[in-house]
């Protein structure tokens, strides 16, 4: 199995930008990588679209467990959860606004082929605000079934899966009622997905973009300088 560091240039921060429609999609999604990037040393806008008050900040409370000591910058929006493509306009502001004041390493973000109309929203949007980050795609189970074909897993030992969903179930109280939403939901995909890649438990994303540089090419400035930066646009 490769392992890729996922090392930032000179020794910064590794800069994570995370995406959600809803409070809980990036931590269902993506919790596990984000547990298993805590060693690292991260800086992380955290950013949802939706959301009561109540959910923001069992947000809040997810991205500090979820990241302890991470630099974090949470941002919330006031869209309407259910209507972001009635909103793209809005969506394709708010994602432009993040771009110009950050320039993160990785972006997790939900799916294109997600059945959800905010989660795809936001997909669609993504690639073409952000030009050269690694964009990895989380999934999120749900009524519709649309668990697809995924291009990247992340294999999770079975005690970061386990922190994984004590930390949900912890962190989302709001959520516990609903019959989708158990230990044994959870547990079944990453089962499923770390079956797919020969571990006991892995998260699954899709790899719709991937930028990655060598390691003697990266060094100084060289790929920087070949190329005047001007703003992402399209
Ligand atoms: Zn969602």
């Not at 990241?67 to 969506?91: K, Q, T």
């Not at 959800?116 to 519709?144: C, G, M, N, S």
């Not at 649309?146 to 930390?167: C, F, N, T, W």
């Not at 571990?199 to 790899?207: H, I, P, Q």
Request: charge should be negative; aromatic fraction near 6%; glycine fraction near 8%.
């Amino acid at each position: 199995m490769l392992s890729l560091p996922l090392s930032a240039p000179a020794g910064d921060p590794l800069s994570l930008l995370a995406i959600g429609a809803h409070p809980d999609d990036i931590e269902i999604g993506a919790g596990g990588l984000l547990l298993g990037l805590a060693e690292s040393r991260l800086r992380t806008r955290y950013v949802v679209l939706t959301g009561t008050e109540e959910r923001r900040q069992e947000a809040r409370n997810a991205a500090h467990s979820f990241m302890p000591g991470a630099d974090l910058i949470i941002e919330f929006f006031d869209l309407r959860a259910g209507r972001l493509p009635g909103v793209w306009g809005s969506v394709k502001e708010i994602l432009e606004g993040v771009a110009r004041s950050c320039s993160p390493d990785i972006i997790i973000a939900p799916s294109s082929a997600d059945a959800h109309q905010d989660h795809r929203t936001i997909a669609e949007i993504v690639p073409t605000v952000f030009r050269d980050q690694l964009y990895l795609a989380y999934e999120i189970p749900k009524w519709d079934g649309d668990i697809g074909r995924p291009s990247m897993y992340v294999p999770l030992p079975a005690h970061v899966m386990q922190l994984k969903v004590e930390l949900l179930v912890k962190c989302f109280p709001s959520q516990r009622e609903r019959d989708w939403w158990d230990d044994e939901v959870f547990l079944g995909l990453a089962r499923l997905r770390g079956m797919e890649c020969r571990a006991r438990y892995a998260e699954a994303f899709t790899c719709s973009k991937s930028v990655i540089v060598p390691t003697a090419l990266a060094r100084g400035n060289a790929l920087d300088e070949d190329l005047p930066r001007t703003a992402p646009a399209g």
